[in-house]
């Protein structure tokens, strides 16, 4: 057992620690982890709903004093502390609490188009959902929060536990979430925190563990892809992302700049799904890099949670701040303009950093498809729609992207033809704060879906369950095979499929072959 802290990246202050654990330990976690999922299964799903409702209420009610930990710990504004990490807390605790008082874990289905031949002969289907078990959460610094919280809440919606390793950069805010649940009454082992070096893998390469749910970096997720398929474990990867914003020429060009400049530095650029690269009709170009530049020289930049009107703060370390340097250098040494920015903020003690805005970045650079993680972001001019959409899907990742237009149904033509797990027109980024519905990516953004129904059944085993009950002594499939068995599955086919249709005429043929129990 040994300690890690915890230090603010605005002052690079030591603000607090946890206690680690070592990988030998984990088997004894997992067995705990397991304890708790079992039990917690056997609770009604309506029975559930009622820890949600309370969760959600109680993150609501200490909203400003829940975001003072974020904002020690990250340096961000008060504003995404509330608004990214808890509002969408919140908001996803009470969907887990609707939707656990609607779905149906077990339920009768038709099977289309043979249901009526099956009813008949005395058989039915059934859907079963069921807890998939522990479930591996492994979190990033970037939304210490509301990624990790949101993972964990679906998980334990469907009835498993779930043992979270979060960020070693945010440690606190992933005891913070561990606190939140024990305080809305959820059972104790349910949701286990954990710190420490190589308990990551360990979790991945434990058969006990059902389901992987990872954000970060796309390495380091190919590399859990390739221990979980040791055990064949489902995982769930949301990986790097160099979202594009296209721009077209009808588009309201002032909302446009508003919604670029926040979802390029919002979080200090540290989104995967923040856009890094902004394409502009080459007829409004020009004013478009102006006034967004103007926008983001009002932008304020510092560390206090009593100022409403800071928007930007640190990058999370050092080794974060010269990533971005690094990056803006490169750009240089390809012949980029630096129009703005790209430099370390004198004055501050931590590692703030002036927003980046680069242009005339050559497209076919590796740089331009490389997600930069921090205040980094290019603006390209394109002459034609096809262009724009050639320069989005050269990208390897394809996580979001956004269209801007005033012609929405070609604005949804457009987003239909890009790479992208999630498309906007007219807005970018915030599908995150939306529960119901599906997050995710795509290529080398990963895959698999967290949020909404399809995050909801990718945490659970789906089971068929078809009862026969027995009416029938012979099937006209089962061996020996007879003539007249085989002239019964004939004409079922043509019935059911072909041409020939009718099933009356079916049951009349099979009826003297399929009598009742000898």
């Excluded at 990872?214 to 790097?240: K, Q």
């Amino acid at each position: 057992m040994g300690i890690l802290k915890s230090y603010c990246p605005a002052t690079t202050e030591e603000i607090g620690s946890v206690e680690t654990i070592d990988v030998s330990e984990i088997d004894s976690i997992i067995e705990r982890s397991d304890k708790a999922q079992r039990e917690w299964a056997k609770i009604p799903p309506k029975r559930r709903s009622e820890y949600f409702r309370r969760l959600s209420k109680i993150i609501a009610d200490d909203v400003e004093e829940l975001g003072l930990t974020v904002h020690k710990e990250t340096g961000k504004p008060k504003a995404e502390c509330i608004n990214t990490e808890f509002f969408v807390s919140s908001a996803h605790a009470k969907y887990c609490a609707d939707w656990l008082n609607r779905f149906k874990f077990e339920i009768r289905r038709k099977i289309e188009p043979m249901d009526m031949m099956m009813r008949a002969m005395g058989r039915r289907s059934y859907i079963r959902y069921k807890p998939a078990g522990i479930t591996a959460c492994i979190s990033p610094y970037n939304f210490p929060i509301c990624i990790p919280f949101t993972e964990c809440m679906s998980s334990v919606a469907v009835g498993n536990s779930v043992i979270l390793k979060p960020s070693s950069e945010t440690p606190l805010c992933g005891e913070l979430i561990s606190s939140l649940f024990k305080k809305a009454g959820f059972p104790d082992d349910l949701v286990i925190c954990i710190h420490g070096s190589g308990i990551g893998n360990a979790l991945v390469q434990s058969p006990s563990v059902r389901r992987i749910m990872f954000t970060g970096g796309t390495d380091t997720g190919m590399s859990i892809m390739r221990s979980a398929a040791d055990n064949l474990t489902p995982v769930s990867l949301e990986l790097g992302g160099c979202d594009s914003m296209i721009v077209l020429k009808d588009a309201d060009i002032n909302r446009a700049i508003k919604a670029a400049v926040w979802g390029s530095y919002v979080n200090s650029g540290q989104v995967c799904v923040g856009v890094q690269r902004i394409m502009v009709h080459s007829s409004i170009y020009d004013d478009f890099v102006s006034k967004f530049v103007e926008r983001v020289k009002g932008l304020k930049i510092g560390y206090d949670y009593n100022d409403p009107t800071i928007s930007i703060g640190p990058v999370i370390n050092e080794r974060a701040m010269h990533d971005v340097l690094d990056a803006v250098e490169r750009a240089k040494e390809l012949g980029a303009n630096v129009v703005y920015g790209g430099k370390r903020v004198e004055g501050l003690e931590g590692w703030f950093l002036e927003p980046a805005v680069i242009t005339d970045i050559p497209v076919g650079s590796e740089l331009y498809t490389t997600e930069v993680f921090g205040p980094f972001t290019t603006i390209v001019p394109f002459d034609d729609d096809d262009e724009a959409i050639e320069l989005n899907n050269s990208c390897p990742y394809a996580l979001g992207g956004s269209v801007w237009t005033e012609d929405i149904q070609y604005g949804h033509e457009l987003a239909g033809k890009m790479n992208s797990g999630m498309v906007n027109v007219n807005n970018l980024l915030y599908n995150y704060g939306m529960p119901s519905l599906p997050w995710g990516g795509t290529h080398m953004s990963g895959f698999g879906k967290s949020h909404g129904e399809e995050g909801f059944l990718s945490l659970m085993e789906i089971q068929h369950l078809h009862e026969d009950k027995g009416a029938w002594s012979n099937d006209p499939w089962w061996t020996p095979y007879t003539k007249d068995g085989t002239d019964i599955q004939t004409e079922m086919t043509q019935s059911l499929f072909g041409s020939k249709r009718g099933l009356i005429r079916f049951f009349l043929h099979a009826l003297p072959l399929l009598r009742k129990k000898d």
